[in-house]
């Protein structure tokens, strides 16, 4: 497994930025979320079989602790007295035993919501109730909210664009806590990046959505991806963007269904996990294969993921096939690279359709060291496979991975005199060129 070294953890601790600290979700949330496989066909029967699965293959352990009950697990109406009410025929022994039946397995239940009139499947949504519905969730065994964006109030009732409206639920979250002498939810916006919430989600929130609806595609993952190679920037601790549920074990399953091929999964889970988004599992997991448990469980990802001293997302140093700092949603970048406690981690995507050689110089990245050699992890073989002394070339298969970790190993050998590796201007000292 991945060690810390502690003088090199320290550092990257000191110099952190942090977004809202109020105590929670200072790493990514890791869990599950019925969205992506089951939209509103659930119930406490299909709800729990996802938790014990969870638990016999080990998830619970590697991290997904969370179970968000997504859209339609309430009636239509609220009570008389203005409350929410459980669905009974999903959950006939109600939701207080029930989360007390998935607590057992090491598993909280976590709420869905919504900042208008209703949820966007129809259901009630919290506008002008934010207190008596955490309230309600509270009573749940939950503290953890996804808070959506449909059927919001005109303009003129609230007077608020995106921040202010999303600020309602914030500041009811505080109060709630300040009250109970608790911790806060854990508050997780989902208004699908339509006001850059990249930008200010931090101020009010743990994490945002940056997209609208994940797909089980290429194309929408290839999208996210290009999405995030201008936004990685504003996930650090206390503040992640979220690229959505993920798709993985969505193949042939799901709704809609999938078509992503093995490649392409390990592509997608791999650049969530770098790039610092929660890992919310969308898949039913009682006939999952082999495979989706491989990736789900990907321990190497989920250290980096959840890396204690390094909060920030890996970066883009070249974009590869499509022209640097333009956005092609079919040619996301291929070249990323960041910090860890662990060494320096890199995600190479081969983002065509075919198989391709990818090379970099590792002072591309700058994250590395110049003048040092570097022994490299793969993050999906598990295991040391070389060394690196200033650069890299591999072949990956079409819309294939390559997640490496490479760890200082010393000077480079000494046969590489005074030339630089990646840029020109190299000089001897008496001010002649060595390589240009
Ligand atoms: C929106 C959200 C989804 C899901 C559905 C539920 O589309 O973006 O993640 O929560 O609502 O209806």
């Known amino acids: 497994m991945l060690a810390i070294p502690p003088l090199a953890a320290l550092a990257v601790l000191l110099t952190s930025v942090r977004g809202l600290n109020n105590g929670v979700g200072r790493l990514p949330a890791m869990g599950y979320d019925t969205f992506n496989a089951f939209a509103c066909n659930y119930n406490a029967t299909s709800v ?22 997504d859209d339609c697990y309430a009636l239509r109406t609220r009570n008389a007295s203005g409350y929410m009410v459980a669905d009974p025929s999903k959950w006939p022994h109600g939701l207080p035993a029930f989360s007390k039946q998935v607590n057992k397995l090491g598993i909280k239940l976590a709420a869905y919501g919504d900042n208008g009139y209703e949820t966007c499947a129809g259901y009630p949504g919290s506008y002008g109730r934010e207190l008596q519905d955490l309230e309600t969730w509270h009573s749940w065994g939950m503290s953890y909210l996804k808070y959506d964006n449909c059927y919001i109030p005109a303009d003129n009732v609230t007077e608020e ?13 505080a109060e709630f806590a300040a009250k109970r002498g608790q911790d806060p939810f854990l508050f997780s916006l989902c208004e699908w990046g339509w006001e850059q919430p990249w930008i200010w989600g931090k101020q009010i929130s743990q994490a945002w959505r940056i997209d609208g609806d994940i797909k089980p595609y290429w194309s929408a993952i290839a999208a996210i991806i290009d999405q995030v190679s201008f936004q990685y920037w504003s996930s ?23 078509n992503l091929t093995y490649e392409e999964t390990k592509s997608h ?5 770098l790039m610092k988004s929660p890992l919310i599992i969308g898949t ?25 001293n390094v909060g ?3 970066s883009p140093f ?41 090379f970099f110089n590792l002072t ?21 496979t070389g060394m690196a002394v200033r650069n890299l070339t591999f072949s990956l298969p079409a819309h294939g991975v390559a997640a490496l970790l490479l760890k200082d190993a010393g000077p480079e050998p000494e046969y590489l005199d005074g030339s630089c590796g990646f840029y020109y201007q190299c000089s001897w000292p008496n001010g002649t060129y060595i390589s240009n």
């Open 318 to 358: 070249r974009w590869g096939i499509n022209p640097d700092f333009v956005s092609n949603s079919t040619h996301p970048a291929e070249y990323w690279s960041g910090n860890s406690s662990y060494g320096v981690v890199f995600m190479i995507l081969n983002s065509q359709d075919t198989d391709a050689t990818m």
């Open 312 to 314: 920030h997302s890996i």
């Open 364 to 384: 591309e990245s700058w994250a590395i060291r110049a003048g040092r050699q570097y022994s490299v992890y793969d993050m999906w073989q598990h295991k040391t």
């Open 284 to 308: 039913d997991l009682t006939n999952a294969t082999n495979q989706t448990f491989e990736i789900l469980g990907n321990k190497d990802l989920i250290t980096i993921n959840q890396d204690p």
């Open 48 to 69: 729990l079989a996802q938790a014990e699965a969870m638990q016999r293959h080990g998830l619970i352990e590697a991290g997904y602790k969370t179970l968000i009950l």
């Open 236 to 258: 650090d601790f206390y503040g992640h963007n979220d690229m959505d549920i993920l798709e993985v074990g969505n193949t042939g399953q799901g709704s809609p269904p999938g």
């Open 161 to 173: 664009n995106m921040f202010g409206r999303y600020q309602r639920m914030s500041n009811a979250i």
């Open 269 to 273: 889970f791999t650049a969530w996990a």
